[in-house]
T-cell receptor, first 109, second 113 residues
Framework: RKEVEQDPGPFNVPEGATVAFNCTYSNSASQSFFWYRQDCRKEPKLLMSVYSSGNEDGRFTAQLNRASQYISLLIRDSKLSDSATYLCVVINYGQNFVFGPGTRLSVLP | DGGITQSPKYLFRKEGQNVTLSCEQNLNHDAMYWYRQDPGQGLRLIYYSQIVNDFQKGDIAEGYSVSREKKESFPLTVTSAQKNPTAFYLC????????????FGPGTRLTVT
């Protein structure tokens, strides 16, 4: 089993829709979690950190479920500009960042 | 402005030639990383460095070499031993290994023919 797994998609949704992605991780000792966004042929950029209590940034909400070992990203009121690949990242303290393979989102007009 | 720079953006080489990709950061980060990304694939770790003059192999180090003589710089050499070098190469840094967020440079797209 891979350490970090994501549904590769693509998720094709209309503008204004709500879409959610999950990411599962296998190491129960994982301590830090992030969502990154990567546009086509560009570098990944940090979208948001994921805290135990969950966090929200505008239309984006991230949640952590330690018991089931997954993190989620919810995007409300999708915009065309949200089209990208979303990467989840897991860190075990003092060790390296482990990237999931990414979930591709296409928001359609 | 603080950040990570990579050069060049596009690089073309003939098979059998070594090529060095540049990565510089002015974020005062201790840890630096090199990743490879193939079309439609995730990031794979090539090498990482936690401190000057020290570096460790990642998951796919064969055919690559690195150096870390300065905190700011972490160049990657793609050697002729790398069987399939055409890829998108990303350099990143973080305050420490597995600490804080990782920041990426714009990447170098290497094509070997």
């Amino acid at each position: 089993r891979k350490e970090v797994e994501q549904d590769p998609g693509p998720f094709n949704v209309p503008e204004g829709a709500t879409v959610a992605f999950n990411c599962t991780y296998s190491n129960s000792a994982s301590q830090s979690f992030f969502w990154y966004r990567q546009d086509c042929r560009k570098e990944p950029k940090l979208l948001m950190s994921v805290y135990s209590s969950g966090n929200e940034d505008g239309r984006f909400t991230a949640q952590l479920n330690r018991a089931s070992q997954y993190i989620s990203l919810l995007i409300r009121d999708s915009k065309l500009s949200d089209s990208a690949t979303y990467l989840c990242v897991v860190i075990n303290y003092g060790q390296n960042f482990v990237f999931g393979p990414g979930t591709r989102l296409s928001v359609l007009p | 402005d603080g950040g990570i720079t990579q050069s060049p953006k596009y690089l073309f080489r003939k098979e059998g030639q070594n090529v060095t990709l540049s990565c510089e950061q002015n974020l005062n980060h201790d840890a630096m990383y090199w990743y490879r990304q193939d079309p439609g694939q995730g990031l794979r770790l090539i090498y990482y460095s936690q401190i000057v003059n020290d570096f460790q192999k990642g998951d796919i180090a064969e055919g690559y070499s690195v150096s870390r003589e300065k905190k700011e710089s972490f160049p990657l050499t793609v050697t002729s031993a790398q069987k399939n070098p055409t890829a998108f190469y990303l350099c990143a840094s973080s305050p420490g290994t597995g600490v804080g967020e990782q920041y990426f440079g714009p990447g170098t797209r290497l094509t070997v023919t």
